[in-house]
C-alpha cells in the first residue's frame, strides 16, 4: 500500500496529463462505436469549444496548485484534521477520504450549483450543451471551476488528508467524468452498475434540458449519494432531449456569449 501511496504522491505532471489525454481519447473512439445517440454535429468544431473551456481551468489550476500544496504542508506540519485524530489501516482512511472527497467536492457542491441563484448561473454554461459527448465533461465556466476546487479543498482539510489521496482521488474523477459524459451505451449493464456508480445513462438525465431531470444525478463516482438523498432518476433514455429550456440552442457554441451568461440578465435562471 506504501508504494501505490508513493506513486501517486510522486506522479509527474506529464504522466497525469496523459492520463487526462488518454482517457478522453478512450471514450472519443468508443462514442464512434457504441454511440447512445446518432448526433449530426461537427465533432471537431464542438470539442473545439469545450477544449476552449478546459484551458480556462487548467490556467486556474496552476494557481490552485499551488495553493493545494501549501494547504498540504500546513496540514502535515499542524497535524490538522480528523485523520489525525485516528489511527486506522491506511486502506480504510484512503476509502473514507474518497468518499468525503467525493461527497463534499462532487455531490454537494453540484446540488449547490444547481440551488443557489447566482452559482447556478455559473454553472448554465455546462448545461447549454445540446450535443452531449466526451467534451462535455471539460466544458465548465472558470468560476464555476473555482468553486468546484474551493469545496476540494475544505474536504482535504477536513480530513486532513495526504496529498496522495487526493491525488487518487483527481485520477479516479477524470476517468468518471469523461465516462459519464461520453455518448455511449452500455445496454442493460448501466443499469446494474448504476447501483454504486454513476454511469453514462444517468447522468445523461441531468443533461435533459428541462426540469425536473436538471435536478437530478448530482453524483460524479458513487451514485448512492442521489439514493440516499432522493435526487436519484433512471428511466428511457430515448426521452432525453440535450441542453437548456433557459437558453437559446444556437449559442451554445458561441464562447463569449457563454462566458457571459452569468452577467447576462435577459439569460433568466429557474426558480
Do not use: C
Not at 447549454?128 to 475544505?154: M, N, Y
Request: glycine residues 6%.
Amino acid at each position: 500500500m506504501d508504494s501505490l501511496l508513493l506513486f501517486f504522491e510522486e506522479m509527474p505532471i506529464w504522466m497525469r496529463l496523459l492520463w487526462v489525454v488518454g482517457v478522453l481519447g478512450v471514450f472519443w473512439i468508443l462514442e464512434g462505436y457504441y454511440a447512445l445517440v446518432k448526433i449530426n454535429y461537427k465533432k471537431w468544431k464542438h470539442a473545439g469549444v469545450n477544449f476552449t473551456f478546459l484551458l480556462f481551468t487548467m490556467l486556474i489550476n496552476v494557481g490552485f496548485g499551488a495553493l493545494t500544496l501549501g494547504v498540504f504542508y500546513w496540514i502535515e506540519t499542524a497535524q490538522f484534521g480528523l485523520l489525525h485524530l485516528v489511527d486506522w489501516p491506511v486502506w480504510i482512511e484512503l476509502i473514507l477520504s474518497l468518499l468525503v472527497l467525493d461527497f463534499i467536492a462532487q455531490y454537494g457542491v453540484h446540488y449547490l450549483l444547481h440551488k443557489v441563484k447566482w452559482m447556478w448561473r455559473l454553472h448554465i454554461i455546462h448545461h447549454s450543451d445540446t450535443k452531449v459527448d466526451v467534451t462535455t465533461g471539460t466544458r465548465h465556466h472558470p468560476l464555476d471551476f473555482v468553486i468546484r476546487e474551493t469545496f476540494a479543498l475544505f474536504a482535504v482539510l477536513l480530513m486532513g488528508m495526504p496529498i496522495a489521496f487526493y491525488l487518487i482521488y483527481r485520477i479516479l474523477s477524470v476517468f468518471f467524468t469523461y465516462f459519464t459524459h461520453a455518448n455511449i451505451n452500455l445496454g442493460k449493464i448501466d443499469k446494474y452498475i448504476s447501483y454504486v456508480f454513476v454511469t453514462p445513462n444517468m447522468h445523461k438525465f441531468h443533461h435533459h434540458w428541462e426540469m425536473p431531470w436538471t435536478d437530478t444525478n448530482f453524483g460524479n463516482m458513487f451514485s448512492f449519494w442521489d439514493r440516499i438523498f432522493g435526487t436519484f432518476v433512471y428511466d428511457d433514455t430515448k426521452k432525453i432531449r440535450y441542453g437548456l429550456d433557459l437558453v437559446d440552442d444556437s449559442t451554445d457554441e458561441d464562447i463569449m456569449y457563454q462566458l457571459k451568461i452569468p452577467f447576462n440578465k435577459a439569460v433568466k435562471t429557474k426558480g
